[in-house]
């Protein structure tokens, strides 16, 4: 079995969508590919499979296979640990290549079960990764059932109605800190502030607030409107506590030639997105300064079954 999922970006809305509060995101043309044959042992890339290193793989055999040992070969355009789902990524990519082998594979039950393997590895997730990168194109998530819906999940009370929303063709500069932080420390860092400070509470609805009013800019493709609730989403995360460093340099080198900028993912390191037309020229200035910077596009298709055999 074979099968391959995209990566994808957060444009506004992480950490709040863990609480429930509206997200989008959008799928990006890098993307995992997975390999599943039969084996004597359980291995990856010609490795033992071991928890320490391919947890997100484990718990996707866990919750969808039980016919035997497997050789399992990754291989990824998408660098890890970088704010642009790798995790869920391959997760999807691992799910929908068991799942072929046992019949037809429809989205809803990829997204469903993607987000069970990552909130059994994570501690605590959302499911705006899994479920953007198992759709493509951009989703919405939001508590309020809304126009083109897609499948509800729910977990310990909370729930996430995903839907797709229309998203013009953006120019992303992706840029990575090389900084791999941990999506699950972060995660529990802002649990702890929002747990015990009511202004933390107070930050992550604002951002809610926000992500919903980037949809009509989104689908009007005002692109001035769109980076600038970028750039005041950045303000919040930076309260949250997520932001770091070398990521407000980079910041400042991407708004030169943007028209707005953020972190995106988890935080702590890992990536920033611009919204650009001027995407050479982010990528030169970024490079220039020691980091690696991606030129993507919106992927219009989610995962795909490669092959079956």
């Given at each position: ?7 994808k ?17 959008v799928a990006?043309?890098?993307?995992t590919?997975?390999e599943v ?5 359980y291995t990856?890339?010609g ?12 718990n996707a055999?866990?919750?969808c296979w039980d016919?035997g040992?497997l050789?399992?070969i990754?291989q ?7 704010g642009?789902?790798?995790?869920a990524?391959?997760t999807v ?8 082998s ?6 809803e039950?990829v ?15 959302s499911p705006?990764?899994?479920s953007?990168?198992t ?12 126009e ?6 729910e977990?310990n009370g ?23 932080a ?7 860092r802002v ?13 992550v609805k604002e951002?809610?607030k926000l992500?919903l ?9 005002d ?13 919040l ?7 770091h460093?070398?990521?407000?340099k ?8 943007s028209?707005?900028?953020k ?15 001027e995407?050479d ?7 220039s ?7 993507v596009?919106i ?7 490669e092959?079956?055999n």
């Amino acid at each position: 079995m074979e099968a391959s999922a995209p990566a994808k970006v957060i444009l506004f809305g992480e950490h709040a969508v863990v609480y429930g509060e509206p997200a989008i995101a959008v799928a990006l043309n890098l993307r995992t590919t997975v390999e599943v044959y039969p084996g004597s042992e359980y291995t990856v890339n010609g490795y033992p499979m071991q928890d320490k290193y391919h947890s997100y793989i484990r718990n996707a055999i866990k919750l969808c296979w039980d016919n035997g040992p497997l050789e399992i070969i990754t291989q990824s355009d998408i660098p890890s640990s970088s704010g642009m789902g790798s995790s869920a990524s391959i997760t999807v990519a691992m799910i929908a290549a068991l799942l072929s082998s046992k019949g037809a594979v429809n989205e809803e039950d990829v997204a469903k079960l993607g987000f069970e393997v990552e909130y059994i590895t994570q501690g605590r997730a959302s499911p705006i990764d899994t479920s953007t990168v198992t759709h493509g194109k951009g989703i919405l998530v939001d508590k309020t059932l809304r126009e083109n819906y897609l499948w509800e999940i729910e977990k310990n009370g909370v729930v996430w109605r995903i839907h797709h929303i229309e998203v013009p063709e953006l120019k992303l500069v992706v840029g990575f800190s090389g900084i791999r932080a941990s999506t699950a420390e972060m995660v529990a860092r802002v649990r702890r502030f929002y747990q015990w400070n009511s202004f933390a509470r107070d930050v992550v609805k604002e951002i809610g607030k926000l992500t919903l009013s980037a949809i009509e800019p989104l689908e009007s493709e005002d692109y001035e409107k769109i980076g600038e609730l970028m750039d005041k989403n950045n303000k919040l995360l930076t309260i949250l506590g997520v932001n770091h460093p070398v990521l407000k340099k980079m910041l400042e080198i991407a708004r030169k030639h943007s028209y707005g900028a953020k972190i995106t993912g988890a935080g702590g390191g890992g990536s920033i997105v611009a919204l650009t037309d001027e995407q050479d020229e982010v990528v030169k200035a970024l490079n220039s300064a020691g980091f690696e910077a991606y030129k993507v596009r919106i992927s219009r298709e989610g995962f795909r079954v490669e092959n079956q055999n």
